[in-house]
């Protein structure tokens, strides 16, 4: 900030020099030199890129004449840079899609529909789980080929559940409520303990001093805490896909309200003020730490919890159960093309490769990520179970009472009005019915405005 | 600049040969000379000139083009008119935005500009060792802010950071600084008074010793006690120094962004979005870069009329001849 003027203008200037650079030595991002096409493949999950390397040095070796460059860029990044090198034509080829900036890049224009050249290729469709490519198909266009998919299920500390008396069979089959909080809020009274030892149902238990608890819950935008708790109540956040948004209903506030509980009425949640975006730590990392006994987390955390804590002293199982029954997020990703790549033909080919059962084979082998077809599931549990960890409840839970990410063109106004206004829902400084007014209206009115 | 400097047009060998033959006519030998003169002084700041149009104001231009349409970035942007403004006159958050810049400059500054003048004053003074107190103090400013707001975030964690840590040592609970609607401001501007401060004394520092110490002489022979000598002598010959600092620090403050971004992303609600923040927000995140370009200029504004009144302030009570 403070800096003067001179010193300002010689950052700009160095600034716009390096734009010019990049845009003159970027293109593209892809360079074709001796016949060797070069193309760029962006995503953002540090703990995938050894998998993906791996199957990138596969299709190298298969296809002499393409290399590919694997680009990292943080999820908190992403999807500005994406934007931004759109605006400016410096976009990667081939990169990692989310339903939740599906729908405003299909309207930008930047993604590519596959569907002549599936075609052309005769390529098998009926291999992928239907439920993941429908959701990348909208009328007879269709964006991408489903490379993974993933649940939410709770991830909890071994020795601590046993301290607690708890079992991993009774963790699979907890129930919650509203109004009495059920076995789930039984079991994380038993995990959580304040510096004295007691229990948020004892008398005399400290709220301000808690040294574990029960259970930390962190989602910027919902999808590992909320959403799921919704599901659970028969909460649904729109009225139809691309329709409008009723995060407002009673079964919705009800299971924001639930969460809010959990935090300030029962004490057994750990505190807006360690796991609020952005300044909370990790989930892999509160869990490690010992602040937290249990989480909410989807699979794709699985290697982060493996290197933050001893091997065989976390587990997995299944979410709690709700007054609408069992319920979790399901969502998968997919490779886009850019629509203005310059070498379509080699984007393409790498596309069909990173979907191909032997591409997904490889990554859900390695114990990265579920894979978009089904028959390979078992390679991924198999991996897991080589490390002494049954992740099955993921698989479990995809199976039952599911919810997709929520398709909208609205999507980032309701990210940002949710991590704006849910920080002090669980902060304790404003009602989930006011919160949730307050995204409906305003992610609705995004809608209308088209932007 | 030297672009009136009248050395300027006799100084290479080509002008004066030109000179010689036209002493005749008087006035018109000036007036080219005078045209010469003039575009030499152009052709030779050309280069600083270019980069200040290139890269300052055809972007100022572009900002308030760009203001007049609805643009995402990716799609052809759309000729809207004032649209942008009418929605700003509406726009709550942004309003919110500008009272929490203001909020923070009130913090920032005043803080900052008493500090650097007391380790300046504390510091102009001939002591072993002087000069590794000069540099240590200058050393934050010297560092990233990035890094430095990470690290700060580290401290300011309510269950591991050190600050809680430090106060328990004394038997106080520490609030949950970046997540509280009430902490998280004051803790940015903490973090960048503790940044800036070196950088600020450096310049009343060097203003300090430009102030002649003949003043004080004749001060102490007349019988001015320590209190009258700064208030009297020391504060108002240091106003060109002053008026220098609380400037830039001032127009730099309105524009606070980076600390924002790395230790709180505006939040908790919006308790530190500063307006620099929300344009990032609205320009980067929620792809409205042409109501980003409009609360761009409203902050171009906020600056510009702060700045005038500074100037009109210091003017007339400013002295740069101490002889």
Not at chain 1, 31 to 48: C, H, I, N, P, R
Not at chain 1, 153 to 161: F, H, P, R, V
Not at chain 2, 24 to 31: E, H, I, L, N, Y
Request: a neutral charge; aromatic letters at 10%; charged letters at 15%.
């Amino acid at each position: 900030m403070l800096k003067p003027t001179t010193r300002r203008l010689a950052a700009t200037a160095a600034c716009a020099a390096l734009v010019g650079l990049t845009a003159a030595c970027g293109g593209s991002s892809s360079a074709k030199a001796g016949g060797t096409v070069t193309l760029t493949y962006m995503t953002w999950q540090d703990s995938e890129k050894a998998a993906y390397q791996a199957s990138l040095n596969e299709f190298e070796k298969a296809h002499p004449n393409i290399k590919v460059n694997l680009e990292l860029v943080a999820w908190a990044q992403y999807w500005t840079k994406l934007q931004t090198g759109a605006a400016s034509r410096n976009m990667p080829d081939v990169f990692w899609d989310h339903l939740a900036y599906l729908p405003q890049l299909a309207k930008e224009g930047i993604i590519t529909d596959l569907s002549s050249k599936i075609k052309a290729a005769n390529l098998d469709t009926s291999i992928y789980s239907p439920k993941l490519l429908a959701q990348w198909q909208s009328g007879s266009v269709t964006y991408g080929l489903p490379k993974d998919w993933d649940t939410i299920a709770t991830i909890y500390n071994k020795s601590m559940l046993a301290k607690a008396g708890l079992t991993a069979d009774q963790m699979n089959h907890l129930t919650w409520d509203p109004s009495t909080g059920g076995t789930f809020v039984a079991a994380l009274q038993k995990l959580t303990v304040d510096v004295n030892g007691k229990h948020p149902n004892q008398a005399g238990f400290d709220s301000k001093h808690v040294k574990t608890y029960g259970i930390a819950l962190e989602a910027p935008n919902g999808q590992q805490d909320w959403w799921d708790f919704g599901l659970e109540n028969g909460c649904q956040l729109q009225d139809k896909a691309y329709g409008k948004w009723t995060v407002n209903t009673p079964a919705c506030v009800q299971a924001i309200q639930f969460e809010q509980d959990l935090r300030d009425k029962w004490h057994v949640a750990a505190p807006g003020s360690m796991t609020n975006t952005p300044n909370a730590a990790d989930l892999p990392t509160i869990l490690s730490k010992g602040d937290a006994a249990t989480t909410f987390d989807g699979d794709w955390d699985l290697t982060a919890f493996q290197s933050a804590m001893p091997a065989g002293s976390w587990g997995v199982s299944a979410l709690p159960s709700g007054p609408a029954g069992t319920g979790t997020v399901f969502n998968g990703l997919s490779d886009a093309i850019y629509a203005h790549t310059k070498h379509p033909a080699e984007a393409w080919e790498l596309e069909q490769w990173l979907a191909s059962a032997a591409s997904e084979k490889l990554v859900a082998d390695s114990g990265t990520v579920w894979p978009g077809i089904p028959t390979l599931n078992s390679g991924f549990a198999t991996a897991w179970k080589a490390k002494g960890v049954d992740v099955t409840a993921f698989q479990t839970g995809s199976e039952g009472n599911t919810m997709g990410y929520p398709l909208t063109t609205s999507n980032t106004t309701f990210n940002n009005v949710v991590l704006q206004d849910f920080n002090q829902v669980w902060l304790g400084q404003m009602t989930p019915q006011a919160a949730a007014d307050d995204v409906n209206t305003k992610s609705n009115a995004a809608i209308t405005s088209g932007n | 600049m030297t672009t009136n400097s009248p050395g300027l047009a006799t100084a290479g060998p080509s002008l004066s040969k030109q000179d010689a033959p036209a002493p005749a006519v008087a006035a018109p030998g000036r007036r080219r000379r005078r045209i010469r003169t003039t575009v030499e002084a152009y052709l030779l700041i050309a280069p600083s000139l270019a980069g200040f149009l290139l890269f300052l104001v055809l972007p100022i231009i572009g900002v308030f083009v760009l203001s007049l349409f609805s643009w995402d970035l990716v799609s052809t942007p759309e000729f809207v008119g004032l649209a942008n403004y009418r929605r700003l006159a509406g726009d709550g958050a942004a309003w919110t935005a500008v009272g929490n810049t203001v909020y923070y400059v009130a913090l920032n500054i005043p803080a900052q500009t008493v500090l650097a003048l007391a380790l300046a004053l504390a510091l102009n003074r001939k002591m072993r060792g002087v000069k590794v107190f000069r540099v240590l103090f200058v050393l934050p400013w010297m560092a990233m802010p990035v890094a430095l707001g990470i690290i700060w975030t580290w401290a300011f964690d309510p269950r591991h950071g050190a600050v809680n840590h430090l106060l328990s040592l004394v038997g106080i609970v520490g609030p949950n600084w970046l997540t509280s609607t009430t902490w998280a401001m004051p803790v940015i501007a903490s973090v960048n008074v503790w940044q800036y401060t070196g950088y600020t004394m450096l310049f009343l520092l060097a203003g300090l010793q430009a102030i002649p110490e003949q003043i004080y002489e004749a001060a102490a022979v007349d019988g001015v006690n320590a209190v009258q000598r700064f208030f009297k002598i020391t504060l108002p010959l240091l106003r060109p120094s002053m008026f220098f600092v609380l400037i830039t620090n001032v127009i730099g403050s309105f524009q606070l962004f980076d600390t924002v971004f790395v230790m709180t992303q505006g939040g908790p609600g919006t308790s530190t979005t500063t307006l620099n923040y929300y344009i990032y927000q609205q320009a980067f995140q929620l792809f409205h870069a042409g109501y980003a370009a409009t609360l761009a200029i409203v902050l171009f504004v906020m600056i510009l009329l702060v700045t005038a009144g500074q100037f009109l302030y210091f003017r007339k009570r400013t002295v740069y001849d101490f002889s």
